[in-house]
């Protein structure tokens, strides 16, 4: 059973200055809804945090930079705020805060500290200890899956279990390849991919199956982690080490979501624009267009 998350939320996020100058990208708001159905903005990594836990993950490290303490003090529950969201009428907001906080206090939270941006794959590297000798599960802080049943993350955990797998994440097909790590395989089943290459962001993408930064490892990936050298911008690159497992012969799957998943994706300002547009329609049709 996987029991552990590690939550990557260390990058600078240039891409989206001078937002993100003061302030981390993963705690920019998208839309959501509070249990009443209605709208509310909520940071995009407590979003992602809340749907770890509702499938049951309990056991969480935060990895985040040195200027991310802004993440560390939104997921301190602060009982003030709720008392002056009742005093002020907001009974529906502070239900919301209400109910994550009622997370927080029934999980275990680690903080660990990246100090350099060394990389995806240096951040997974550093909650080793918190992971010890089990495998785990990595989710990304600056991205989710949005879908009407909200179902992916459990996908990824019945095939990781099914397949006997090393190594498995999700991949969805995209128009703009050439901006994530990029999957080649043979499709065993339906939306069951072997994988044979996985590339981080290539110049000329084989295919349009990107990872979407949601992956369940064996504890194996430190090994690789730790003989994989720094790759694209000097960083030590996931995506590298996942084909290190590759080339050991391990079992290796990527699990294809069709249409009906979108992702939420807040790495550069346009595709911010497109996770606020996602999860507004998400809020008001119930329903992923």
């Known amino acids: 059973m996987v029991h552990k998350v590690i ?36 940071p995009v990594v407590q979003l992602v945090f809340e749907q770890l836990y509702d499938v049951g993950l309990h056991e969480f490290c935060f990895v985040v930079g040195r200027d991310k303490r802004s993440i560390e003090d939104h997921f301190t529950p602060d ?13 529906d907001q502070a239900s919301d805060l209400e109910n994550f906080y009622n997370k927080l206090d029934t999980s275990t939270i680690l903080w660990v500290n990246q100090p350099k941006p060394k990389g995806f794959g240096n951040a997974v590297l550093m909650a080793q200890p918190f992971i010890q000798n089990e495998s785990c599960l990595v989710h990304a802080g600056d991205s989710c899956i949005i879908s009407k049943n909200m179902d992916y993350i459990k996908k990824l ?33 339906l939306g069951i991919i072997k994988v044979k290459t996985v590339v981080e962001k290539p110049d000329k993408p084989k295919t349009n199956l990107a990872i979407m930064a949601m992956y369940v490892f064996r504890p194996v990936i430190f090994k690789a982690l730790k003989s994989t050298k720094p790759g694209k911008n000097g960083e030590i690159q996931l995506t590298d080490a996942i084909q290190k497992l590759v080339d050991w012969n391990l079992n290796v799957y990527a699990v294809k979501l069709d249409d009906t998943y979108k992702h939420l994706d807040i790495g550069n300002p346009e595709r911010y624009w497109e996770a606020i547009e996602l999860s507004h329609k998400q809020f008001y049709k119930r329903q992923i267009l």
């Open 7 to 42: 939550i990557p939320a260390a990058g600078i996020g240039t891409r989206l200055f001078p937002v993100t100058k003061e302030q981390p990208k993963e705690m920019l708001p998208i839309f959501s809804k509070t249990p009443q159905g209605d709208m509310i903005v909520k």
């Open 157 to 189: 955990l019945d095939n990781f279990h099914q397949l006997n797998a090393d190594a498995i994440f999700l991949v969805l097909e995209t128009k703009d390849p050439q901006q994530y790590g990029i999957v080649e395989g043979d499709e065993i089943d």
């Open 79 to 91: 009982t003030d705020c709720i008392q002056t969201l009742e005093a002020s009428g907001k009974d």
